[in-house]
C-alpha cells in the first residue's frame, strides 16, 4: 500500500520573495543593527516583516555581521551583510521601529519603507558636538559623587570625561584610531587623577579615575550579552562578552600606565580630608545622569522625563532591593521593576520600551564592578579580584533576569 505523506508547510513552495520586500528587510536589519539593537530583538523585528508578506526568511544576527536567507530549503538565497558594531541611537530605533510597522500595517510599501530607512540614516544627529562633550562632563562628574567621592573626585573625574570625549569625537572617523581610544582614554584618567592627588591634596584616585572612564565602561554590553546567552543567542552573547571583557583589559592596561605617575610624582600634601557632601546631593546626581543619558544615547527630548523616571525606578528599587537580598541580587529588584515599568509605558504610549530600559539600565549595570575585580587583579590580590568579579557577572544575571521576568509578567506589544 503506498504511503502518503503529510503535506508540507506552504512556504516550502513559495517561489523567491520578490525583490523589493528582501530589499527592505536587508536594509531595515542593518540600519537596526547598526543602532545597538540585540540579536533576538533583531531577529523578531525581521521575522514579522517577512510573516507579513508570506515570505519564507530565516535570519542569524551576530555583533559583526547578519546572515539572511530566503525561499524554500531547496533553493536558499542567502546573503551576508558585514556591519560594525555602532552607538545606540534610542531616536533612530524608534524610527525604525515605528516604520517597520508601517510596513507591517500596509500603510506603505516595502519600496517605500526602503527609502524611509535611508532618509532616517541620512538624517543630522539630534544633538551637537558641544552638548554631547558637556554631557561626558556631567555623567562623570555625577557618576563620581554616585561612587562616593567629594568635590574633588567630581571635578578630576568631570575634566578627565571631558578630554574622554574630545579623544572620542576627534577619533570617530578614524577606524584605526578608533580601536586604541580604550586604552589611551584610561591612560589619560589615571594620569589626570594621579597628578590632581599629588597637587590638590587628598582624593581617590579610584573613584576619580572610574568615574572619568564611566562612559567608556562596557557594563551595558555586558548585561546584553548575559541576556542573549538566556535568550538561547548564544554565539552572539558569547561574542559580546568576549568584547566587553576585552575593553575591560584595555582600559586595566591604560590605568596600569597611568598609575606609573605615582613614581615620579611627589607625595601629597597632608592635609584633613574633605567633609562628605549632603545626601540631597545623590538625588540631584541621579538627575544629572540620567539626563546625560538621554543625550549620550541620542533620545528624543520627548523622552527625558521617561528617561529620568525610570532611571530614578531603577536605582531606587535597586537600593531597596539591596537591603534585603544583598547588593548584588538587589540588582534584579531594579531591572524588574524597570522592565515592566517600561513595558506598561511602552503600550499606553505606543512606543518601544528600549527607549527608557537601556538608559535605566545604565545605572544597574555592573561595568564598575568589573574594572575594579581586574584592577584588584592587577594589583595581585587574586582573593578580591576574583570575588569582585564573581559579584559582576551575579549583577548581569540578575539583571538579565530581571528584565526576563519583566517581559513574561508585562508583555511588551512591540519587539523593540
Known sequence: MRRVLPPEHPSAFREPPPGPVVAFILRLGQALHQYGTPAHRLEDQLHQVSERFGVAARFFSTPTSIFASFGPPEALQTGLIRVEPGQMDLERLTLLDGLAHEVIQGK?????????????????????????????????GAAARLFGGGLREIGVAGLSSLAIGVLDQLTDRSPRAARVLEPVAAVLASALAVTAASVLGPLSVQVATLSGLIVLLPGLGL????????????????????????????????????????????????????????????????????????????????????????????????????????????????????????????????????????????????????????????????VAGVGTAFSMLLVAVAIAAGLLFANALVPSRRVL
Open 223 to 382: 548585561t546584553v550579552a548575559i541576556n542573549e546567552l538566556a535568550s538561547r543567542h548564544l554565539i552572539s552573547g558569547a561574542s559580546r562578552l568576549t568584547a566587553a571583557a576585552l575593553v575591560f583589559l584595555q582600559l586595566i592596561f591604560g590605568v596600569a600606565l597611568g598609575q606609573r605617575l605615582a613614581e615620579v610624582l611627589p607625595l601629597p600634601p597632608l592635609a584633613p580630608p574633605p567633609a562628605p557632601l549632603p545626601f540631597w546631593t545623590v538625588g540631584v546626581s541621579l538627575v544629572v545622569v540620567a539626563l546625560a543619558v538621554n543625550v549620550l544615547f541620542r533620545a528624543r527630548p520627548a523622552d527625558i522625563v521617561w528617561i529620568v523616571a525610570a532611571g530614578a525606578l531603577a536605582f531606587g528599587g535597586a537600593r531597596l532591593g539591596a537591603r534585603g537580598l544583598g547588593a548584588e541580587l538587589g540588582a534584579f529588584v531594579g531591572a524588574l521593576l524597570l522592565g515592566m515599568a517600561s513595558n506598561a509605558l511602552a503600550r499606553v504610549r505606543n512606543r518601544p520600551s528600549v527607549v527608557t530600559i537601556v538608559p535605566g539600565m545604565m545605572l544597574l549595570v555592573p561595568g564598575s564592578l568589573g574594572f575594579r575585580s581586574l584592577e584588584s587583579l592587577l594589583a595581585r590580590d587574586v
Open 108 to 140: 506603505i510599501t516595502p519600496e517605500q519603507g526602503a527609502e524611509r530607512v535611508e532618509f532616517i540614516l541620512r538624517a543630522p544627529p539630534r544633538y551637537g558636538r558641544a552638548i554631547t562633550l558637556l554631557c561626558w562632563m556631567l555623567a562623570a
